[in-house]
């Protein structure tokens, strides 16, 4: 009897266990069901629709993705399409694409808190607005926090500082608009902060220098003002972003192992401080656009790892010794635009190909046409020596005031040659964004009165001023076209490397004209290409146009000065010949995003948009920093025949859609080197047709793809750049996707691969 009821009772807590576990998933799937209700049914979560009870099973797709352990949802990763996309009215920000007003996120994280074994949580450009309750603190074994490309805004809630197993944390691209808190030490794990391009306002917070976990810092495109405090505190930290801000006080002291330092565009004033010729580590440096005053510390120029040094538009004085020596990794210093003077040392100053180097806009005794008289610059400086800054600052206003008027009296005529003639020192201007509904079209009238109708921001380097050069100074340029000057020649003629008299180095491209041009209509197009300011652009400098008559009515050969790229094509970094240059699967993103952006603008950031943009791998160009910029961007714009150019005035829908769609079909192919490596010329397509199918297994891609992209790429990242190169290549244009949509799938794979990244590092540390 006695095996018997213990047969019972082991029987009994079996039958019990069973519906306790199905209840379990049950309601696990019901808060999942919930939340899809509150986000208002977005299309990542339509596959929800068919499950079989356990959404634990459902196969993750490129914009979701559930994990689940002893029944629990552990991960939950959402990418919707509700781009953040702002207008703006009377200079106050429109949000749109944001959920209904009958959406409430308390009630959202009310029912998102009930997923209590989250470690992972992923809810970007899903349209979320409002306040982020305090209540987010429920989730207490969350260790990955992004809730970027959304609309919350007031403060960031301290409930977040109770999240004690919390390691990253992003908060990009909100509306996050109140002092930033100041209890980021309690968050003993965290690695990782990023609050980009919110509208937090206040004091950088002291506590995040008590944090010695922290690696990454970003805080850039924000409101934030005062002192930035002692750092050497963070002694993990690799990368500080404080771009953008209003930050005013003197540079503070810098952990030693800090890598990236961003501090551009704040009011920092005082010297660099000597310390930072001693951050061994430091390989990227922006100071650029403060008030730093004084002689940049020598041991900077030549630490071991430092690849890119930007200190332009500052008050730097004073002359740099001749005995500078630069780092052998040195590839870019910008110093322009202060008051250095003398000479450069022989490290800056040479024809090497190795380290660009722009000086312009100070009081040299090199290139005289650009920099000013040097007694312009002792003068400033006596007479900031001999005022307090607070008067200064007084004064700066009362000219302002003074010289407004005067500009108003004298008339517009003045105020244009003042304007060249501050130009002249002045090497970055920013568009203009102009709404404009024109129609889209090609002719010259159209082109002569484009219009940007997007704002872009330009980052660091802005976009130079745009001139005409003469035939002489090109000549010059390039040892008259010497053929160790030579880079290549293309359908669109050959192209040569020069260097200005400033030093500058640039790219000049012969064109190949089949007939003759009015130079009132090309200067016209050239023009309209000049307005193409993009960060991810080769910006056009200028040209020259040799006449074909006496009238000079007519051009016979043109020449397009371009910005100097100095690292080669894209195609080169994925060839197997070079193994050293080959990119790694992220960083292959990062360039593919870049062109993608560049393209988009073109497209749709000025009116006439500009298509057939010959995309190409090998006319994508990488910088010092492996930036991508495309080149022979609108060159259909100058080389067709006007005639033809002339009839598509009225610029048809259905003409412009065929052209995006044929540089989206362009791009597919530059996914597909991505992922492969370079296709052997003219064989693009018969090799899409047989092998294409290979990407759909995982034998396939072992055979197929890179191995410098399998070994380090996470396979969803992978599956996400396959589905959107399958897209671009379709046979039928109706069915390829919009550029937007190509870019929105490049940022959630990239997103996709930080992730796996991140939880990599994390499992080795481990």
Not at 21 to 48: C, D, G, M, N
Not at 375 to 400: D, H, N, P, V, W
Not at 441 to 465: D, F
Not at 636 to 655: F, V
């Amino acid at each position: 009897m006695g095996y018997f009821y213990m047969f019972l009772l082991l029987f009994v807590s079996w039958v019990l266990f069973i519906p306790s576990t199905h209840q379990l998933q049950t309601s696990q799937a019901q808060v999942l069901l919930q939340l899809r209700k509150h986000l208002e049914y977005p299309s990542p979560l339509e596959i929800w629709e068919n499950y079989n009870g356990d959404l634990c099973s459902v196969i993750s797709t490129a914009h979701m993705s559930i994990s689940c352990q002893d029944n629990s949802v552990t991960e939950l990763k959402i990418m919707g399409d509700k781009l953040v996309k702002v207008a703006e009215f009377r200079g106050y920000p429109i949000p749109n694409q944001t959920l209904s007003l009958g959406f409430s996120i308390d009630s959202f994280i009310t029912t998102l808190t009930r997923l209590t074994s989250l470690r992972v949580l992923t809810l970007v450009s899903l349209g979320i607005w409002g306040p982020l309750p305090d209540k987010i603190h429920r989730l207490s074994s969350l260790e990955v926090l992004d809730l970027s490309s959304n609309f919350m805004f007031g403060s960031i809630p301290s409930g977040i500082s109770r999240l004690v197993k919390l390691q990253t944390l992003t908060l990009d691209g909100n509306y996050f608009n109140e002092t930033v808190p100041d209890w980021w030490n309690s968050l003993s794990n965290l690695t990782a902060l990023s609050l980009k391009s919110n509208q937090l306002k206040g004091q950088f917070p002291s506590s995040i220098c008590r944090m010695t976990t922290v690696t990454d810092i970003a805080m850039s495109h924000n409101q934030l003002s005062g002192k930035l405090p002692d750092m050497s505190g963070l002694t993990s930290l690799h990368v500080l972003d404080l771009r953008e801000n209003r930050l005013d006080s003197r540079l503070p002291v810098m952990p030693k192992g800090l890598v990236t330092a961003l501090l551009s565009k704040n009011s920092f004033s005082g010297e660099i401080p000597q310390q930072f010729g001693e951050l061994g580590q430091l390989q990227h440096l922006d100071l650029s656009f403060n008030n730093l005053s004084g002689t940049p510390p020598s041991a900077l120029f030549s630490l071991t790892n430092l690849s890119y040094l930007h200190l332009a538009s500052n008050m730097l004085s004073g002359s740099l010794p001749n005995h500078l020596n630069c780092g052998s990794k040195l590839g870019f210093v910008d110093i322009s635009n202060n008051k250095l003077v003398g000479g450069l040392p022989p490290c800056l100053d040479s024809d090497s190909d190795k380290t660009v180097v722009k000086f312009g806009g100070n009081c040299l005794s090199v290139d005289d046409q650009h920099q000013h008289q040097e007694s312009y610059c002792k003068e400033a400086c006596t007479r900031k020596q001999s005022m307090g800054r607070e008067i200064g600052f007084l004064i700066a206003i009362i000219c302002g005031v003074v010289l407004t008027v005067v500009l108003a009296v004298v008339g517009a005529l003045i105020f244009c040659r003042r304007y060249r003639k501050t130009v002249k020192f002045e090497q970055y201007t920013r568009p203009k964004a102009v709404q404009d509904n024109s129609p889209a079209g090609v002719s010259s009238e159209v082109l002569a009165n484009a219009r940007l109708i997007s704002q872009v921001k330009l980052g660091t380097q802005g976009s130079p001023v745009y001139r005409s050069f003469s035939l002489e100074e090109l000549k010059e340029a390039t040892s008259n076209f010497h053929s160790s000057s030579f880079l290549g020649e293309g359908s669109r003629g050959k192209l040569y490397k020069g260097r200005l008299e400033n030093g500058t180095y640039v790219a000049i491209r012969s064109l190949a004209f089949l007939k003759k041009y009015s130079i009132q209509n090309l200067k016209i197009r050239l023009d309209f290409l000049s307005k193409l300011h993009h960060p991810h652009l080769v910006g056009l400098l200028g040209y020259c146009i040799e006449g074909g008559g006496q009238d000079n009515s007519n051009a016979s050969k043109v020449f397009l000065v371009y910005e100097y790229v100095p690292y080669g094509n894209y195609r080169t970094h994925l060839s197997e010949n070079c193994p050293e240059k080959v990119l790694n699967w992220s960083d292959r993103l990062s360039v593919l995003i870049g062109v993608a952006k560049a393209v988009h603008f073109l497209h749709t950031g000025v009116i006439p948009g500009s298509f057939n943009n010959q995309l190409r791998t090998n006319n994508i160009l990488l910088d010092e920093h492996r930036i991508a910029k495309l080149s022979d961007y609108g060159m259909t714009i100058i080389m067709e025949e006007n005639e033809r150019l002339e009839a598509k005035g009225d610029g048809s829908k259905s003409c412009q859609t065929t052209k995006v769609k044929d540089d989206v079909y362009n791009f597919g192919f530059i996914l597909l080197e991505s992922l492969v490596g370079p296709i052997v010329s003219g064989k693009g397509e018969a090799f899409l047709l047989k092998e294409m199918a290979s990407f759909g297994s995982q034998d396939g891609r072992k055979r197929i793809v890179d191995p410098a992209v399998l070994t380090t790429c996470s396979q969803e990242s992978l599956s996400i750049v396959v589905s959107i190169t399958n897209k671009c290549i379709s046979p039928e244009p109706s069915d390829r996707p919009s550029f937007e949509d190509v870019l929105w799938n490049l940022q959630y794979a990239a997103q996709v691969q930080a992730s796996a990244d991140t939880e990599q590092k994390s499992d080795s540390t481990s």
